[in-house]
């Protein structure tokens, strides 16, 4: 199992682009996840899923839209990038049991840079 | 309001050493808790989590954590570290009344002395 992936690794975006973080995952989980991460600042929810079709705002959703159309994929959009987007973006997944108090799986995580 | 605090934000220790770290969190109902650790340029790797039961748990790679009610704490020990386990550590915290909601700490980051 690949587990979660995202791409790209590293991105540098100009103030008003956009762009989609890709994540896949190939556990069959319901649960899908996007985090940011800003230095010296714990995660941040942005948006998550509990299954295709089916998403949810977190924390930060503002600037972010996502979508859910398969169990596999949860793509996040950026519209119009702003320097305070730019941070280490991670999503996750994990199974149904607990949730999302679950063990929740993560990528390698995405590093955009918006100048 | 619930909030996680870890108040070392940067640890450094002897290899071989004991290691403790703190996590203290404010939540109206018994949370669930977990432990993470994030190596670098990685994701996040689930190191331990606590429902309910006994309230010594044992994780992965050594690591264990105690939950006190008392001292509304769950710190995370190894009794022998080594120069692989310098990575940054997040406590999280969640609880159903708060809503399915994982609040997560600033993290303490770990070095390992030779």
């Known amino acids: 199992n690949a587990g979660v992936t995202q791409t790209p690794k590293f991105r540098i975006l100009k103030i008003g682009q956009s762009m989609t973080l890709q994540c896949a995952q190939d556990?069959?989980?319901?649960?899908m996840y996007w985090y940011r991460q800003d230095p010296g600042m714990g995660l941040k929810l942005i948006y998550y899923?509990?299954?295709?079709?089916?998403?949810d705002k977190g924390e930060v959703p503002n600037g972010y839209n996502v979508s859910r159309s398969t169990t596999e994929d949860f793509p996040l959009r950026l519209e119009l990038a702003a320097p305070s987007q730019t941070s280490v973006y991670f999503c996750?997944?994990?199974?149904?049991?607990?949730?999302?108090?679950?063990?929740?799986?993560f990528g390698p995580g995405t590093r955009l840079t918006v100048t | 309001a619930q909030s996680v605090t870890q108040p070392d934000i940067h640890i450094t220790v002897s290899e071989g050493a004991s290691l403790e770290l703190r996590c203290n969190y404010s939540?109206?109902?018994?949370?669930?808790l977990f432990w993470y650790v994030q190596s670098p340029g990685q994701g996040l790797q689930l190191l331990l989590k606590y429902f309910s039961g006994d309230t010594l748990v044992q994780g992965i790679k050594g690591f264990e954590a105690e939950f006190k009610r008392s001292q509304s704490s769950f710190n995370l020990r190894k009794p022998s570290v080594h120069w692989s386990d310098a990575a940054e550590y997040f406590c999280?915290?969640?609880?159903?009344?708060?809503?399915?909601?994982?609040?997560f700490g600033t993290g303490t980051r770990l070095a390992v002395r030779p």
């Open positions: 999280a915290v969640g609880a159903k009344s708060s809503g399915d909601k994982l609040t």
């Open positions: 996750a997944s994990s199974y149904e049991g607990q949730g999302v108090f679950s063990e929740q799986y």
């Open positions: 556990m069959n989980h319901n649960y």
């Open positions: 899923s509990v299954g295709a079709g089916i998403t």
């Open positions: 939540y109206g109902a018994t949370p669930y």
